[in-house]
C-alpha cells in the first residue's frame, strides 16, 4: 500500500499508424448530467460504508484477477486542480473524481513538465523531462528513438488502444508509438472545433473495446486524452446553470464563447474585463464538470464490467489554465500554479488505501515509472522502477523541474498576423524549479521570479530581489540539475502537413 506522505481521506515493438482510423459518431450514450448525480449518489454510498466496505468497516474480499493489472490512463486536459470539487472548489464540478478518489489516492501536490499539451504529454508517456525527450515547440514531435508507456506494456503483452481529442498529440507527431491501434477522434469531430463530441466519441469506442478486452481477458493499456476543457469555453446551457445559476448577459456569453486563446489575446483580437474572467470562470468550470460526467460514465462501466478492481486507473492532466491571474488567458507563457499544478488520482485496491491524499511532490515523470512497478516490469527495467512512487528505495523528490523551450508556433503566428506586436517579447526559453515551499521561473534572457507558496499562494510578491539568498540558492540548484541531465535525444523538427490536424490546430488558435 502507498504510505509514504499519506493519509487516510475522510470518504467524502512497432508503431501502428492509423491516420485514417476514425470513430464515426453516432447518437450520445451519455449524459453529463446524468453521470454527475450518479457520481454523487455512488459517492454517498461510499460514505455510508457500501462501497467497497462491509457494515463492520472491513474491506470486502476483492474478486480473483490477473496477475497483473490492467492500466487506464486519463488525461483531462487543460484542467487545473483548483477547478474541481475534488480539489476544494466550492461548486460541484468533479463528483466523479471525489468517487474515484474516496476509493484510492488524491495527490495534492502534482506538478506538470511545462505549460502546454506536447511537451507534458511526451513526458506523461516517456517518464522524461522535456529537455531529455525533446518533444517541444522547437520540434513538434516526439522522436522514435523514445520509449514510451505503451511501448514497455505492449512488449509485455499487454494490447494497446489510445483515443485522444487533442491535435497536438497526433501519430503524426510520433504519440502513436507502442498502441495497436491508436485513434485520433478530432479527425471525427462534424465542425472544426466540437470537443465534447470528440470526447464522447473516444468514450463510446473506449468502452466497446474494453468489453471485446474483458471477453477475451487479456491484459491492456488504453490511453484517453479529452479535451473539452481546452479553450474556446462552449459548455451546454444545463450544465452552465447547474453550475453557475448567476443571471448573465446572454450576447457577452455568446462572445466569450468564440474567444481563441493567449496569442489572440496578446495580439489585441479581443480585450477583457473583471466581469468577463469572472464568466470565463463559469464556462470553464462547466466544461471540466462535463469532462466529469464523461470520465463518470467511463469508471462506472468498468465496474460493471467487473474489472475496475484489477485495473490501475490514473487520472491526471497535462496542464491547467490561467482565468485572468496575472493578466493572462489559456495557458501559455506561463508557468504559475494556475497552469502547472494538475490533478492526480490513482485507484488499485491492491496498491493504494482507499480515501488516501498525499502531500509528497509528485511530477508527471513518475507515473511511468509506477505504472511499470505496479504492472510487475521491475525486473525488466530496474532504473526505471526504482522511480517509482511505491519504491521503497525512493526518496521524495526535493524538487521538480518544469521547462519551455522557444515558443516558435507562437513566434511565426504573431509575426504573421499581428505586425504591430514584438514577437522578441515572448520568444525565450523558460524553466521552473518548485519546492513545496518556493518556486523559481528562470527566463534566457536572464530575468528571474521567486515566490514563496506557502505565504503567497498566488505568486503576487516575487521575492528575486528582496531574498536574494534565496534566489540564489535556488538558481544553484537549478544549475546543478542542468548540468546532471544526460544528454538531449537527437531530434529534427516535424512540419504538420495532416490537413485535419492543421484545421483543428487552427480552431484552437495555435497555428495560422
Same mark, same amino acid.
Given at each position: 500500500?502507498?504510505?509514504?506522505?499519506?493519509?487516510?481521506?475522510?470518504?467524502?515493438?512497432?508503431?501502428?499508424?492509423?491516420?485514417?482510423?476514425?470513430?464515426?459518431?453516432?447518437?450520445?450514450?451519455?449524459?453529463?448530467?446524468?453521470?454527475?448525480?450518479?457520481?454523487?449518489?455512488?459517492?454517498?454510498?461510499?460514505?455510508?460504508?457500501?462501497?467497497?466496505?462491509?457494515?463492520?468497516?472491513?474491506?470486502?474480499?476483492?474478486?480473483?484477477?490477473?496477475?497483473?493489472?490492467?492500466?487506464?490512463?486519463?488525461?483531462?486536459?487543460?484542467?487545473?486542480?483548483?477547478?474541481?470539487?475534488?480539489?476544494?472548489?466550492?461548486?460541484?464540478?468533479?463528483?466523479?473524481?471525489?468517487?474515484?478518489?474516496?476509493?484510492?489516492?488524491?495527490?495534492?501536490?502534482?506538478?506538470?513538465?511545462?505549460?502546454?499539451?506536447?511537451?507534458?504529454?511526451? !513526458?506523461?508517456?516517456?517518464?522524461?523531462?522535456?529537455?531529455?525527450?525533446?518533444?517541444?515547440?522547437?520540434?513538434?514531435?516526439?522522436?522514435?528513438?523514445?520509449?514510451?508507456?505503451?511501448?514497455?506494456?505492449?512488449?509485455?503483452?499487454?494490447?494497446?488502444?489510445?483515443?485522444?481529442?487533442?491535435?497536438?498529440?497526433?501519430?503524426?507527431?510520433?504519440?502513436?508509438?507502442?498502441?495497436?491501434?491508436?485513434?485520433?477522434?478530432?479527425? !471525427?469531430?462534424?465542425?472544426?472545433?466540437?470537443?465534447?463530441?470528440?470526447?464522447?466519441?473516444?468514450?463510446?469506442?473506449?468502452? =466497446?473495446?474494453?468489453?471485446?478486452?474483458?471477453?477475451?481477458?487479456?491484459?491492456?493499456?488504453?490511453?484517453?486524452?479529452?479535451?473539452?476543457?481546452?479553450?474556446?469555453?462552449?459548455?451546454?446551457?444545463?450544465?452552465?446553470?447547474?453550475?453557475?445559476?448567476?443571471?448573465?448577459?446572454?450576447?457577452?456569453?455568446?462572445?466569450?464563447?468564440?474567444?481563441?486563446?493567449?496569442?489572440?489575446?496578446?495580439?489585441?483580437?479581443?480585450?477583457?474585463?473583471?466581469?468577463?474572467?469572472?464568466?470565463?470562470?463559469?464556462?470553464?468550470?462547466?466544461?471540466?464538470?462535463?469532462?466529469?460526467?464523461?470520465?463518470?460514465?467511463?469508471?462506472?462501466?468498468? /465496474?460493471?464490467?467487473?474489472?475496475?478492481?484489477?485495473?490501475?486507473?490514473?487520472?491526471?492532466?497535462?496542464?491547467?489554465?490561467?482565468?485572468?491571474?496575472?493578466?493572462?488567458?489559456?495557458?501559455?507563457?506561463?508557468?504559475?500554479?494556475?497552469?502547472?499544478?494538475?490533478?492526480?488520482?490513482?485507484?488499485?485496491?491492491?496498491?493504494?488505501?482507499?480515501?488516501?491524499?498525499?502531500?509528497?511532490?509528485?511530477?508527471?515523470?513518475?507515473?511511468?515509472?509506477?505504472?511499470?512497478?505496479?504492472?510487475?516490469?521491475?525486473?525488466?527495467?530496474?532504473?526505471?522502477? =526504482?522511480?517509482?512512487?511505491?519504491?521503497?528505495?525512493?526518496?521524495?523528490?526535493?524538487?521538480?523541474?518544469?521547462?519551455?523551450?522557444?515558443?516558435?508556433?507562437?513566434?511565426?503566428?504573431? /509575426?504573421?498576423?499581428?505586425?504591430?506586436?514584438?514577437?522578441?517579447?515572448?520568444?525565450?526559453?523558460?524553466?521552473?524549479?518548485?519546492?513545496?515551499?518556493?518556486?523559481?521561473?528562470?527566463?534566457?534572457?536572464?530575468?528571474?521570479?521567486?515566490?514563496?507558496?506557502?505565504?503567497?499562494?498566488?505568486?503576487?510578491?516575487?521575492?528575486?530581489?528582496?531574498?536574494?539568498?534565496?534566489?540564489?540558492?535556488?538558481?544553484?540548484?537549478?544549475?546543478?540539475?542542468?548540468?546532471?541531465?544526460?544528454?538531449?535525444?537527437?531530434?529534427?523538427?516535424?512540419?504538420?502537413?495532416?490537413?485535419?490536424? /492543421?484545421?483543428?490546430?487552427?480552431?484552437?488558435?495555435?497555428?495560422?
Amino acid at each position: 500500500m502507498f504510505a509514504a506522505n499519506a493519509q487516510a481521506r475522510e470518504p467524502v515493438p512497432t508503431q501502428t499508424n492509423t491516420q485514417d482510423e476514425h470513430i464515426r459518431r453516432g447518437g450520445r450514450a451519455l449524459s453529463a448530467s446524468n453521470w454527475r448525480l450518479k457520481a454523487i449518489l455512488l459517492f454517498l454510498l461510499f460514505v455510508l460504508g457500501w462501497g467497497g466496505l462491509t457494515a463492520c468497516g472491513e474491506p470486502r474480499e476483492a474478486p480473483p484477477s490477473r496477475a497483473r493489472p490492467n492500466v487506464v490512463l486519463i488525461v483531462l486536459d487543460t484542467i487545473r486542480a483548483d477547478i474541481l470539487s475534488a480539489y476544494g472548489y466550492p461548486k460541484p464540478t468533479s463528483p466523479s473524481l471525489s468517487l474515484v478518489a474516496s476509493e484510492g489516492i488524491l495527490f495534492h501536490q502534482a506538478i506538470t513538465t511545462d505549460f502546454w499539451t506536447l511537451p507534458a504529454h511526451a !513526458s506523461l508517456l516517456t517518464g522524461e523531462y522535456p529537455a531529455v525527450h525533446q518533444a517541444t515547440s522547437e520540434t513538434n514531435a516526439l522522436g522514435e528513438e523514445a520509449m514510451t508507456l505503451a511501448e514497455y506494456l505492449r512488449a509485455a503483452g499487454y494490447k494497446t488502444r489510445a483515443y485522444v481529442s487533442n491535435p497536438w498529440i497526433g501519430s503524426e507527431q510520433g504519440f502513436g508509438q507502442g498502441f495497436d491501434t491508436y485513434i485520433e477522434t478530432w479527425k !471525427s469531430a462534424p465542425t472544426a472545433h466540437d470537443a465534447y463530441a470528440t470526447d464522447s466519441a473516444g468514450i463510446e469506442g473506449a468502452q =466497446a473495446w474494453l468489453n471485446e478486452q474483458n471477453e477475451r481477458g487479456e491484459n491492456f493499456f488504453l490511453f484517453l486524452n479529452l479535451n473539452s476543457a481546452h479553450m474556446p469555453y462552449s459548455p451546454d446551457a444545463l450544465t452552465l446553470v447547474e453550475i453557475s445559476p448567476a443571471p448573465r448577459s446572454p450576447e457577452r456569453t455568446r462572445e466569450l464563447r468564440a474567444i481563441k486563446g493567449m496569442w489572440a489575446y496578446l495580439g489585441g483580437e479581443y480585450s477583457l474585463k473583471a466581469e468577463d474572467f469572472e464568466m470565463l470562470q463559469d464556462l470553464y468550470a462547466a466544461e471540466v464538470a462535463m469532462v466529469d460526467g464523461l470520465v463518470g460514465g467511463m469508471v462506472e462501466f468498468m /465496474r460493471e464490467l467487473n474489472m475496475l478492481d484489477n485495473t490501475l486507473l490514473i487520472i491526471t492532466s497535462d496542464h491547467g489554465e490561467n482565468l485572468g491571474e496575472h493578466g493572462m488567458v489559456d495557458h501559455l507563457l506561463s508557468m504559475y500554479e494556475t497552469t502547472m499544478r494538475v490533478p492526480l488520482i490513482m485507484r488499485l485496491p491492491s496498491s493504494f488505501s482507499a480515501g488516501s491524499e498525499s502531500e509528497e511532490l509528485v511530477s508527471l515523470v513518475d507515473i511511468v515509472p509506477t505504472v511499470l512497478d505496479i504492472c510487475g516490469l521491475a525486473p525488466q527495467y530496474p532504473d526505471i522502477a =526504482a522511480r517509482s512512487l511505491l519504491s521503497p528505495s525512493r526518496s521524495p523528490h526535493e524538487f521538480v523541474i518544469a521547462e519551455n523551450e522557444r515558443p516558435l508556433n507562437g513566434v511565426n503566428l504573431m /509575426r504573421e498576423n499581428f505586425p504591430d506586436f514584438d514577437p522578441a517579447s515572448i520568444d525565450h526559453r523558460m524553466k521552473m524549479l518548485r519546492t513545496l515551499q518556493h518556486k523559481l521561473i528562470w527566463y534566457d534572457d536572464g530575468r528571474v521570479e521567486v515566490y514563496d507558496l506557502q505565504s503567497d499562494p498566488g505568486e503576487l510578491n516575487d521575492l528575486s530581489v528582496l531574498e536574494p539568498e534565496l534566489s540564489s540558492r535556488l538558481l544553484s540548484q537549478l544549475e546543478a540539475w542542468n548540468a546532471a541531465q544526460e544528454d538531449p535525444r537527437p531530434s529534427q523538427p516535424v512540419e504538420i502537413s495532416d490537413p485535419e490536424t /492543421r484545421d483543428q490546430l487552427r480552431a484552437l488558435g495555435y497555428i495560422d
